[in-house]
């Protein structure tokens, strides 16, 4: 399951965020730092709209969503990588997430503390970017240190420490791990065990109060200059607006953000934002008993694309039945799709392309 986790200095709506976006509060959202100890999980739908009329279609039992797994990690502070607030055991827990999603406080209100004393987006973003390649050099040297003891005895040793010299060079000039490109699968496999935290790729939200979510401010404007900068991605959410959405009707959520000037809630911006920075792609499988969606990584052959939902099918892949959803719901049944010949047999080298609705054979 992916996993995004919401990172960022105290007090600046992450787990108000949280709450709403998995329509629960786990997290105790409490005006003062530190209020959340351990990383709080939820696992929440990815909203669809292909799923229901495929659904429809096959008069499927069941419509099962992909899922997407939030991570509430608990404020970092200045000192963070050397262990100060909580520091060291919050590292440690965004080392697990697939994506970064950089919360910045983008609004004003004396009311709401800052561990700061000021609102300064800029300087906060510094803050936490600071204390991840600090931990990031600290973890790569004590693994070059290691790496220097099994030269002699590990062909990977040498290949591997060529990797994080150049990481740590990149992360010595002041800039992110992950600009250093490209690395070849090997190089990614070898390093792939650090979780270096800088290499993650990050969405900066800008948190808004709601009457500047259609539009921004000079705050959240400075947030997206940064993040074109960094070749990041970024989105304007407000955690008020989204804390309040959650005790909202469907169709009183929609007159909600239209009287805002926007059209869809944070979840929705926030699920698009991680697919496109992690080049993610949905496919479909239908029958009677259930209309499932899967996530997969773009460029991923049907094979592979198989062994998503069960390594058996991969390993005794013979072919896929595959359509687009479209031409499915145009079709208006597996049926009529074949006798129109649009139901295609693909084989091991096809690139599962983004909405088709797949039926696998396979060799046990």
């Given amino acids: 399951m992916l996993r995004?986790?919401?990172?960022?200095?105290?007090?600046?709506?992450?787990?108000?965020?949280?709450?709403?976006?998995?329509?629960q509060i786990q997290a105790q959202a409490a005006?003062?730092?530190?209020?959340?100890?351990?990383?709080?999980?939820?696992?929440?739908?990815?909203?669809?709209?292909?799923?229901?009329?495929?659904?429809?279609?096959?008069?499927?039992?069941?419509?099962?969503?992909?899922?997407l797994e939030v991570v509430d990690i608990a404020g970092l502070v200045a000192g963070a990588s050397q262990g100060e607030g909580l520091g060291n055991q919050f590292l440690s827990n965004i080392r697990q997430v697939?994506?970064?999603?950089?919360?910045?406080?983008?609004?004003?209100?004396?009311?709401?503390?800052?561990?700061?004393?000021?609102?300064d987006p800029r300087r906060d973003v510094e803050v936490i970017n600071l204390e991840l390649a600090l931990a990031d050099a600290a973890q790569i040297d004590k693994r070059r240190q290691r790496l220097q003891r099994q030269r002699h005895t590990s062909p990977d040793a040498q290949?591997?420490?060529?990797?994080?010299?150049?990481?740590a060079q990149a992360l010595d000039s002041g800039v992110a791990a992950r600009t250093v490109v490209p690395l070849s699968p090997?190089?990614?496999?070898?390093?792939?065990?650090?979780?270096?935290?800088?290499?993650?790729?990050?969405?900066?939200?800008?948190?808004?109060?709601?009457?500047?979510?259609?539009?921004?401010?000079?705050?959240?404007?400075?947030?997206?200059e940064l993040a074109y900068k960094e070749d990041a991605a970024t989105l304007r959410v407000s955690a008020q607006v989204e804390a309040e959405l959650v005790e909202l009707e469907t169709e009183e959520r929609q007159d909600y953000l239209s009287s805002l000037g926007v059209q869809e809630g944070g979840l929705e911006s926030l699920i698009q934002a991680t697919y496109r920075l992690l080049g993610?792609?949905?496919?479909?499988?239908?029958?009677?008993?259930?209309?499932?969606?899967?996530?997969?990584?773009?460029?991923?052959?049907?094979?592979?694309?198989?062994?998503?939902?069960?390594?058996?099918?991969?390993?005794?892949?013979?072919?896929?039945?595959?359509?687009?959803?479209?031409?499915?719901?145009?079709?208006?049944?597996?049926?009529?799709?074949?006798?129109?010949?649009?139901?295609?047999?693909?084989?091991?080298?096809y690139v599962v392309d983004e909405g088709d609705v797949m039926e696998f054979l396979f060799n046990v």
């Fill in 98 to 119: 697939d994506a970064v999603v950089h919360l910045v406080r983008c609004f004003l209100d004396d009311d709401v503390v800052h561990v700061s004393g000021s609102v």
């Fill in 159 to 167: 290949k591997e420490d060529d990797v994080l010299e150049r990481l």
């Fill in 280 to 349: 993610l792609r949905t496919y479909f499988t239908t029958g009677p008993k259930e209309t499932r969606a899967w996530t997969i990584r773009a460029g991923m052959k049907a094979p592979q694309a198989a062994g998503v939902i069960h390594t058996d099918f991969e390993r005794g892949f013979i072919r896929a039945q595959t359509i687009g959803w479209r031409q499915l719901l145009e079709a208006g049944s597996m049926l009529e799709a074949r006798s129109r010949g649009w139901l295609r047999s693909e084989g091991r080298d």
């Fill in 31 to 67: 005006n003062f730092p530190f209020c959340t100890i351990e990383p709080n999980v939820g696992a929440v739908a990815v909203p669809d709209p292909r799923l229901q009329p495929l659904a429809d279609l096959s008069r499927s039992q069941s419509l099962v969503p992909t899922r």
């Fill in 4 to 23: 995004a986790g919401i990172v960022g200095l105290p007090n600046v709506g992450k787990s108000t965020l949280f709450n709403a976006l998995v329509r």
């Fill in 186 to 224: 090997e190089e990614e496999r070898l390093i792939q065990p650090l979780g270096l935290l800088t290499r993650k790729p990050v969405i900066y939200a800008a948190n808004v109060a709601e009457h500047h979510l259609a539009d921004g401010n000079a705050m959240a404007r400075s947030i997206a």
